[in-house]
């Protein structure tokens, strides 16, 4: 089989037996297909993939870095070359994973900015009060509502369907990366923004001859009724920036943005790092202790800024 046709293989599995995201299907197959490519120019269309050493996904990596990328990028390289190899491994088209021979960049830690609690409250606040905050509207709040309420991915929030809403139990269902199920508690808040935008989305989709979708479709639909109606991740990011811009926080807040704020201030709050690990989706708990460093710094910018003997 050729470089291209192992990676078309791999792709496979990844999606129909993993249960990969779509974004997750994409990022190897982008990765993978320029990798491929290199291989062959390497040792030719029909070359083996038995011959590949360690040392040639280091010059993959320096051919990266001589076009310019940065290690964020060479680092996303390699984590799907590693996967690459390992389903290679496993399939039996080579001995072993040379990419385990080649250590990732070293990236610096950025800590995203996370907005405090009063300015998250102050946004909410004056999409309560106005008075276009019913009906369609009513959905631009909930997505902030679901995003910094349940802490929930963006790609978890469009993939809501109104029967994953268990309004007895006070919880959403949600599914993550890899297809795995958790529940998430619904906030009062969330819950009152959703009856409120119930009345518009079922008239819309009535008008656009969608009545079907009303009980079982998406929680979230697109303004034009198109296709299955469900909102899509990249209008999700824009209407969140939008709100943040026109409520006075910076330009560069996005749907995760309130994923992490939800962590910072529950952890702020006094929570319970496993319960935030498991509200969240974490599979390991050290991602969820990023959100550790994050209230360490915003504690440590207070002191800074306010104490009369840290100047």
């Known amino acids: 089989m050729s470089f291209q046709d192992l990676t078309d293989e791999f792709l496979r599995v990844v999606e129909n037996e993993r249960g990969a995201s779509p974004h997750t299907i994409r990022a190897y197959r982008r990765e993978l297909k320029d990798f491929a490519a290199y291989l062959s120019e390497s040792f030719g269309e029909q070359g083996s993939i038995a011959r590949v050493e360690h040392t040639h996904i280091r010059n993959y990596l320096a051919v990266l870095f001589d076009r310019g990328l940065g290690k964020p990028s060479a680092a996303r390289a390699l984590a ?28 610096p830690k950025h800590l995203p900015r996370v907005p405090s609690v009063e300015e998250v409250n102050r946004v909410l606040d004056s999409m309560e009060g106005d008075e276009e905050a019913i009906g369609w509207a009513a959905r631009e709040r909930a997505i902030w509502e679901l995003l910094y309420g ?14 994953d809403i268990q309004w007895r139990n006070e919880a959403v269902l949600i599914r993550g990366k890899g297809k795995k199920e958790r529940f998430v508690p619904l906030g009062d808040a969330a819950a009152e923004v959703i009856r409120a935008y119930m009345p518009e989305r079922e008239q819309r989709l009535q008008k656009a001859g969608k009545g079907a979708l009303v009980e079982d479709g998406p929680l979230l639909v697109n303004a034009r009724i198109r296709g299955e109606a469900r909102l899509t991740t990249r209008s999700i990011g824009r209407i969140v920036k939008a709100i943040a811009v026109s409520k006075g926080l910076p330009a560069d807040v996005h749907p995760h943005t309130l994923r ?18 498991e509200i969240l989706g974490h599979e390991r708990l050290s991602t969820t202790q990023r959100y550790t460093q994050l209230t360490v710094n915003q504690v440590q910018r207070v002191y800074d800024e306010t104490h009369p003997r840290a100047k």
């Open 150 to 163: 349940c802490g929930i991915r963006n790609s978890e929030l469009v993939g809501i369907d109104m029967h």
């Open 80 to 107: 799907a070359i590693r996967s690459w190899f390992k389903w290679l491994a496993r399939a039996g088209h080579v001995q072993q994973n040379p990419a385990v021979l080649v250590s990732t960049p070293k990236l």
């Open 260 to 277: 992490h704020a939800f962590g910072a201030h529950m952890l702020e709050e006094g929570a319970d790092l496993r319960a935030i690990q």
